[in-house]
């Protein structure tokens, strides 16, 4: 059963461009969701963040939007660029009984120059 | 801060053949996770300690498998009587385990590839 559900499976877009990765939960005790970058042959590497008492949070071009309510959170790359075509993760986990992350399935990403 | 570092970052073996993976977290991160990740999809949790405590085990971490973190510093993974089904990326993450936010460091993982 997967506990994150992560869509588009593969997205392209063009230099400048700001694509957006959904991720939707069910377990409402997930209280901290984080956002994974994976070039091939190397580690998820963080990127950034979110607790669920913020709506948004922006670390340089890379935002999370985050709706409780619908138990959904989204990565937005604001100007894109061919060095930020990797695999991208969300994942969730409760930090109060060990903090195991729970990972998407993954979205592939394109920036074509 | 010099990262998580895993060794070997390939192993290639038999089926059959025991195989152990070690991971150095980052030195001052008390809690150590071991995540298998399959080509296509999100690392998956195996197994976590708390210093040398290994507090948490994953179904998918059959009896083949044992994990070890002597003394709360490097830990191990071995994996005995290799199935095919076992060929995957294992990863090491570390986390400080203290505060607000616990974000996982990852390693680069090893490989394994079962002929």
């Known amino acids: 059963q997967q506990q994150v559900k992560q869509s588009p499976q593969s997205l392209i877009v063009q230099k400048g461009g700001i694509p957006i990765i959904n991720c939707a939960y069910e377990n409402t005790a997930f209280d901290y969701f984080p956002w994974y970058q994976q070039f091939p042959g190397k580690g998820p590497a963080l990127l950034i963040a979110?607790?669920?008492?913020?709506s948004e949070k922006k670390e340089g071009r890379f935002t999370i939007s985050f709706n409780k309510s619908a138990k959904q959170f989204s990565l937005h790359i604001m100007d894109s660029q061919p060095g930020d075509s990797a695999t991208y993760f969300c994942a969730a986990s409760i930090m109060s009984t060990g903090n195991q992350f729970y990972f998407g399935t993954g979205t592939s990403l394109t920036v074509i120059p | 801060d010099t990262g998580v570092s895993q060794d070997p970052r390939h192993k290639i073996t038999k089926r059959g053949q025991n195989v152990t993976f070690r991971c150095d977290p980052i030195s001052e991160h008390n809690r150590l996770y071991w995540y298998r990740q399959t080509l296509g999809q999100g690392p998956e949790f195996l197994t976590y300690?708390?210093?040398?405590?290994?507090?948490?085990k994953s179904r998918l971490l059959s009896d083949r498998f044992s994990a070890e973190r002597p003394k709360g510093s490097f830990s191990t993974l071995e994996i005995q009587r290799t199935e095919q089904g076992d060929s995957a990326m294992y990863l090491c993450a570390s986390s400080s385990g203290w505060g607000g936010n616990q974000p996982q460091h990852f390693g680069d993982g090893t490989r394994l590839s079962i002929l």
């Open positions: 979110i607790r669920p008492d913020v």
């Open positions: 300690f708390q210093n040398e405590a290994q507090l948490e």
